[in-house]
Nanobody, 130 residues
């Protein structure tokens, strides 16, 4: 019943910005998906899928060291949508970005936390040129 659909990816030059969106639907244990841990992961060719940022029910956020100060995760519960604002993009940020949701409300792992997330979107491609 849970569905996640990413959008907003594209091609941008280094230093540019993109805003990713993840529209969610469905209910988990009586609550909409955005009440649970949600996160953004990314995977580049030849690399493992890695956590980028997470956000908990009441807004607590965590970020991978590589994106701290540049990326901001947020959500709009009314719209049931998760966002990732990406600024000062680097070529190393190029990857397929995936939206994920958990059955847990807290804590919301971003580092080594892939197994916590049960629901995944199909991904949106981000390409940053130098």
């Amino acid at each position: 019943q849970v569905q996640l659909v990413e959008s907003g990816g594209g091609s941008v030059q280094a230093g540019g910005s993109l805003r990713l969106s993840c529209a969610s639907s469905g209910i988990v244990s009586g609550y909409t998906v955005t009440n649970y841990c949600m996160a953004w992961f990314r995977q580049a060719p030849g690399k493992e899928r890695e956590g980028v940022a997470s956000i908990a029910r009441f807004g607590t956020t965590e970020y991978a060291d590589s994106v701290k100060g540049r990326f901001t995760i947020s959500k709009d519960k009314a719209k049931r949508t998760l966002y990732l604002q990406m600024n000062s993009l680097k070529p190393e940020d190029s990857a397929m970005y995936y939206c994920a949701a958990s059955r847990f409300m807290y804590p919301c792992a971003v580092i080594n936390g892939r197994d916590q997330y049960s629901y995944w979107g199909q991904g949106t491609q981000v390409t940053v040129s130098s």
